[in-house]
């Protein structure tokens, strides 16, 4: 294939193909954002039935989209399987077309930044001889664990020894609590488990290795991974700059919301004594089931401190029919603008799932955490925040081997809550979260390690040919 380099006369171009979910493209346009800050064009694309959720998009930047088969929306799907097995066979031929078309109006491309989950999108530009740069939306951890399945290191389903722990390279030994919830829903579903190991299928061949963590946080795992991964570079926290050093003016929100905001909240709050409100808040996916809701209800009560709960329009019918929405102690609201939250000085520890965007805003706040694990890669998540960075208190489950349900009991987490709040483990654990807030303010500024990443990688677009050049560990 004829060799490319892209002209000094233009700005290079990067083309920024997101997965249709909104835990995976918010973290992208922050990280396009800096591109921009940078000097790079940026065209933002995510598949034409996502597109209609998209608001306030920032107007440094473009927006196209590809079709993943389904254009008037996921669940004309069915299924998670036959989801993707058409975006498989139409995605594709309609990333060809819009780099075709980008061409032909006289604006090439001359790198993907794709989402991981979307490994075939290299073949596609391998084909149009640019740039292809495989972006990482989870942990380093999180990443290695599939990684070693992808290996054939790890079994699924997992083995006798496997269950009793697991030791990879550069990590903690994981149990199977540690470990993401596909592994032990594969055999009824094994599309999901799937579709995070195929991620690494063609990582080695790509020419960029981009992921939303920092260096700091765990430089034993980072170090493992640039050697084996040469192209790897960690390059987040991709959150809003406002979190960070106001580098980006007029960065200080996400621009894509799935529900509408209770501003009611933050005038709730400013009545509240500093470090003296629980904030309450499982993401914008994972459903609790009517039971788990009681528990933490009442498990908030009974702490008998202040409590800011977001509970989403549609598991609002799961409370407690005698639980007040807004109380002396209490208020429950549907959505709220949580880095504003985070950020206000009456948060004295947040009531967790664990996502890795959730937690990437807390660490980078500096805001100490329970941690409540559901599904997918919190559980691992969970593991790092209690026992490596040592900032948050994990809420045990009922031990039942019964009870698949996997509740944790109102008892608990009251008394998660009063050792956070009261004891001297709480207090260690704020002092842990205001160093590593410092440490990953100091990555994210100018002549950070994340800067330093993100420098590197728009200076190997400007001067380098493409595809396969060089890049110095």
Not at 114 to 142: C, E
Not at 188 to 196: A, S, V, Y
Not at 207 to 218: A, H
Not at 457 to 473: A, D, M, Q, R
């Amino acid at each position: 294939m004829e060799e490319k380099t892209i002209a000094s006369s233009r700005r290079a171009h990067c083309l920024v193909l997101a997965f249709p979910a909104q835990g995976h493209i918010n973290p992208m346009i922050q990280f396009s954002k800096l591109l921009v800050h940078e000097g790079v064009k940026v065209t933002l694309c995510t598949t034409r039935s996502f597109i209609k959720k998209l608001q306030n998009l920032p107007s440094s930047m473009s927006l196209e989209s590809i079709s993943d088969g389904f254009d008037n929306g996921f669940e004309q799907a069915g299924s998670h399987k036959a989801y993707l097995e058409k975006f498989l066979q139409v995605g594709p031929q309609t990333l060809l077309e819009l780099l075709d078309n980008l061409s032909q109006l006289g604006n090439p491309v001359d790198c993907i930044i794709y989402d991981s989950f979307m490994p075939w999108v290299l073949d596609i530009a391998r084909k149009h001889g640019i740039f292809g740069a495989s972006y990482l939306t989870q942990n380093m951890s999180v990443n290695s664990i599939y990684y070693h399945v992808q290996l054939g290191k790890i079994k699924v389903p997992l083995s006798d020894n496997e269950v009793d722990g697991i030791l990879l390279p550069a990590m903690p030994k994981l149990q199977k609590g540690d470990l993401p919830s596909f592994f032990f829903s594969y055999e009824e579903e094994p599309t999901q488990l799937k579709l995070l190991v195929d991620q690494f299928s063609n990582i080695d061949k790509v020419d960029w290795i981009l992921c939303n963590s920092i260096y700091e946080l765990d430089k034993e795992i980072a170090e493992w991974t640039t050697k084996i991964w040469p192209k790897f570079r960690t390059i987040g926290p991709n959150i809003p700059s406002m979190i960070l050093d106001n580098r980006i003016k007029n960065d200080q929100d996400y621009d894509i919301a799935q529900f509408k905001t209770e501003d009611s909240c933050i005038d709730w709050l400013d009545n509240k004594p500093k470090w003296s409100v629980i904030y309450v808040s499982f993401g914008s996916m994972v459903p609790l089931n009517e039971e788990q809701m009681e528990e933490i209800a009442y498990g908030l009560r009974d702490s008998d401190n202040y409590f800011l709960w977001v509970v989403r329009a549609s598991e609002e019918n799961k409370l407690p029919k005698d639980f007040a929405k807004k109380s002396e102690k209490g208020l429950i609201v549907t959505w709220c603008a949580q880095l504003k939250v985070l950020q206000h000085e009456a948060i004295a520890c947040f009531v967790t799932h664990c996502g890795w965007n959730s937690t990437l805003k807390t660490l980078s706040i500096g805001v100490p955490t329970i941690a409540m694990p559901q599904w997918s890669d919190q559980a691992t998540n969970a593991k790092y925040i209690v026992d490596v960075w040592k900032v948050g208190i994990r809420a045990p489950y009922y031990d039942d081997d019964n009870d698949k349900k996997k509740i944790v009991k109102r008892d608990a987490l009251k008394k998660c809550i009063v050792e956070m709040m009261d004891g001297e483990k709480g207090n260690e654990m704020r002092k842990n979260a205001i160093q590593l807030k410092k440490l990953i303010l100091e990555a994210a500024s100018v002549g950070g390690s994340s800067h330093r990443n993100i420098l590197e990688f728009v200076k190997s677009l400007e001067g380098s040919t493409c595809p396969g050049f060089e890049i110095t560990p």
